[in-house]
């Protein structure tokens, strides 16, 4: 896959790197619930210190995968590895892994103390050093003056918390997280990414979640796979999901895309013509070989487009229409313009200038361009 | 709907006609919330305090040879006296008397017994029918229901056909030659053990699948996940989560077997002490109905105690969680 990043790698990452052991790796994992095949065939690995995040609609998968890797089920066929051992065949309450559930799933009769306490008293650890630790986790997540109250005295946020106080408390060297933030008001939600991604740096574990959320997966993640019908469709850094996506399916699942069809009708160094609908001509950069005349689309986010008030007439990568809809975010805005009598094109303008000063207003024309390297030409 | 009535509601009305509003519409002038609480009240007033008073005025009174067969508390005497006679004689017999003392212990510890016995069958029952796949569940609770559509009575007298010494049970254990002569059960404890038991299963099995099928197993799966083996994990999350279920259904059955007369009546020997047979015995027997309701209301008394206790812990608990 083309990369274009401008800085030079000064390191390289795990999955960068041949020598690196994956600590977990999935092997053809397939997971079948009588007709319905949840899981196709899966294989994964995830390195040691790594935040990794399955992303996908719901029933994608996705916490079938993380149930796998916790041992509350098993695979139909296919093995899992976790540090180096084959687990495949090894109990939920005998793997080095711990989970928040999306529940939380607390012990409604304990109290957080208690809660959290549960694991290390399953360890036989010594009462000295269980008070210790548990008094370290209600430290780290701030609820040491919650300590007494049962979970239903609690609020969603704090319940949350303790959750993941629990799942933190025997030091797993791999935290299973599914949708750990789901429940949560976007606020605290936004918080409580940042937190973790702190946590997870100070006690580098690592860390595997679950969500649909993508823009959650997008600030936590080192790598996302993004998942579909049970298979993973794309594994890569958020960048690289973002930026770079291989199919219309993952670029329309992350963030909002515009995709336009067409032919490709030449190549001219690492950048190809393509032939669109209405005329379009598309010069975009591409270093896949690529046959002429195959179908692809192009796919162009809406920020990359840029507003061209000198441009005049037609020419690559531009298109006229009318604005038809504006939606004001207050940081930016999103514009809806109709090139044509079914094709809208969406474009993102950062509101550099307030409110009042804005020039493009509705029923305005409006000449739109791109770069040919702000984009991806997708043939999935 | 609910967002029309909440608007009208929040519309501000002017000062006068808004108080009026309020007392008009107030909850005080809704009859249906008198019908609501005053039914239930009045039912248990007519079938529960009125013959438990009647009870108490009989345990009071002194047996007669008449119709009806105790003397009256109140009596006019000749001279405009009203006369009030109580006598305590029949509890002062009851608490003394050791016949009866023995018959309200054999009868507590009888049903005890059943009730642990009843828990120790029911509950794997009752967690085998909750943990059931969602289409076996109905039929399974049908099969516990199924005896009910039979009379207790014939099912009580089914099981001396069963335990008798040429009974189904004993006949089948000397076909397959593992005894030689026929057990003697019935007319002894063990039988009314089993018939208890038999009876109650039910209310037992009942209230523990109710609590039991709500458990929501996520938690064990986080009791495995924090590495606690399928037999702690029971222990410590599924147990005290049905402790209100064990406790429901313990107290379904412990309070009429306490009380339980037919059982003990048709499976049990002639020694048998239960409470609820002597009871019978006072009443039909012996005519002696004040002597019959002190024992009755004595044995109420006794499964009001523990009952409250329970109530007030349970409570208790509730409050705290």
Known sequence: MARLEDREPIALEAWQDPRAKPYVRIEGVSRRFGEVLALNSVSL???????????????????????????????????????????????????????????????????????????????????????????????????????????????????????????????????????????????LREHTQFELVKLQERIGITFVTVTHDQEEAMTMSSRIAVMDAGQIVQVDTPTGIYEFPNSRLVASFIGSVNLFDGKV???????????????????????????????????????????????????????????????????????????????VVTMTLANIHSRTEQTLTWGQEATMEWSPVCGVVLTD | MNQPTASRVEQPLPEARGRLDRILRSELWRPGRWVNIGLPYFWLLLFFFLPFVIVFQISLAEPLVAQPPYSALLEWMDDSVLQVRLNLGNYVLVWEDELYRDAFLDSLWVALVCTFLCLLIGYPMAYGIATAPERWRVPLLMLIVLPFWTSFLIRVYAWIGILKNNGLLNNFLMGLGLIDEPLTILHTPLAVYIGIVYSYLPFMVLPLYANLSRLDLTLLEA??????????????????????????????????????????????????????????????SNKDWPLASALALVLLALLVVPFVALQRWQTRLGGES
């Open chain 1, 45 to 187: 690995d995830i390195y040691q210190g790594e935040f990794f995040s399955l992303l996908g609609g719901s029933g994608c998968g996705k916490t079938t995968l993380l149930r796998l890797l916790a041992g509350l089920d098993r695979p139909s066929s296919g093995r899992i590895w976790i540090d180096g051992a084959d687990v495949t065949d090894i109990p939920a309450y005998r793997r080095p892994v711990n989970m928040m559930f999306q529940s939380y799933a607390l012990f409604p009769h304990m109290s957080v103390e208690a809660n959290v306490e549960f694991g290390l008293r399953q360890e036989k650890m010594p009462r000295a050093e269980r008070a210790e630790r548990v008094g370290e986790m209600l430290d780290l997540l701030h609820i040491g003056e919650l300590r007494k109250r049962r979970p239903d005295q609690l609020s969603g946020g704090q319940r949350q918390r303790v959750a993941l106080a629990r799942s933190l408390a025997k030091h797993p060297k791999l935290l299973l997280l599914d949708e750990p933030l789901g429940a949560l008001d976007k606020k």
């Open chain 1, 265 to 343: 009708t030449a190549r001219e160094g690492d950048e190809v013509l393509v032939a669109g609908e209405g005329g379009l001509t598309m010069r975009m950069r591409c270093l896949q070989p690529l046959a002429l005349g195959t179908p692809v689309a192009v796919a162009v986010r809406p920020e990359k487009i840029r507003l061209c008030n000198e441009c005049v007439g037609p020419g690559e990568n531009r298109v006229t229409g009318q604005v038809q809809d504006i939606a004001y975010l207050g940081n930016v805005s999103i514009y809806h313009v109709q090139v044509s009598p079914e094709r």
């Open chain 2, 223 to 284: 009791a495995a996940d924090l590495g606690c083996r399928p037999w702690r994990a029971f222990v410590r999350v599924t147990l005290p989560l049905s402790l209100p279920g064990i406790l429901a259904g313990s107290l379904l059955v412990f309070i009429p077997a306490v009380g339980e007369f037919v059982i003990p009546d048709l499976l049990g020997g002639p020694d048998s002490l239960m409470v609820g047979r002597m009871l019978w015995t006072e009443f039909f």
